[in-house]
């Protein structure tokens, strides 16, 4: 079974600072997604950004950029010029790619990042 | 068009009663899913609809809890004989295709709130 884990319970950063949450995760599947979801206190699940596995290219999304490393299982978000908006609980996901899968998503236990003005 | 919707925000009900959540998807969206957060964790899979059919069900943690999608629209999670230990935030997804689309995102509702008193 997939595991995805979240060693970081919480993380500060000044605003404007880069900050980089953490996430490893397990499985035996080559084909795989993983995301990182942002939850803000009115509880919706908000997506930052995906990575397809088969694609080495690290994705970005503005301000967000992940460091991919699949043979570490290895799959952190760096949030770059931190702004006050972005503190939230951040969920890193694992979502199989098999086709026969029900893509449900396995999440971690989550990163609370709050940012300091 | 709108997001997917979730009534009620909160619901308080009291041990051993019937409650029902329900989720509005994103109009046209055929995958639905149901994911309980409990306080502190990430969101952990409970069920998926196909259309109408649920699909996966094996995240539901014992029979009193069951969930329909009678038309392939709206969906109704629904728990008997509630105990303390099902309080968490019950959260909602849906995505266009779902099978066969594992690159699809999951779009989150804003989750139902139940305490059991």
């Known amino acids: 079974a997939q595991t995805v884990t979240q060693s970081q319970p919480e993380m500060s950063v000044q605003e404007a600072e880069t900050v980089t949450l953490s996430c490893t995760y397990d499985?035996?599947?080559?084909?795989?997604?993983l995301f990182w979801y942002k939850q803000p206190p009115s509880r919706q699940m908000i997506l930052v950004i995906r990575q397809e596995a088969y694609k080495q290219q690290n994705a970005t999304e503005n301000r967000f950029s992940v460091n991919f490393q699949k043979a570490a299982k290895s799959f952190s978000l760096k949030i770059s010029d931190s702004q006050l908006g972005d503190a939230a609980m951040y969920f890193c996901?694992?979502?199989?790619?098999?086709?026969?899968?029900?893509?449900?998503?396995?999440f971690g236990t989550g990163t609370r990042l709050k940012v300091l003005a | 068009g709108a997001g997917v919707s979730q009534t009620p925000s909160n619901k308080v009900t009291e041990k051993g009663k019937y409650v029902e959540l329900r989720c509005d998807p994103i109009?046209?969206?055929?995958?639905l899913y149901w994911y309980r957060q409990s306080l502190g964790q990430g969101p952990e899979f409970l069920i998926y609809?196909?259309?109408?059919?649920?699909?996966?069900d094996s995240g539901l943690p014992n029979d009193r809890f069951f969930a329909v999608r009678p038309e392939g629209s709206v969906s109704t999670l629904k728990i008997q004989r509630t105990e303390r230990g099902d309080s968490a935030v019950y959260l909602c997804a849906s995505s266009l295709r779902g099978r066969g689309q594992a690159q699809e995102t999951q779009y989150f509702g804003p989750g139902t709130r139940l305490l059991v008193l």
């Open positions: 609809f196909q259309g109408t059919g649920a699909a996966d």
């Open positions: 499985t035996s599947e080559s084909d795989y997604y």
């Open positions: 996901a694992y979502r199989s790619a098999t086709t026969s899968g029900t893509y449900k998503y396995i």
């Open positions: 109009s046209g969206h055929t995958a």
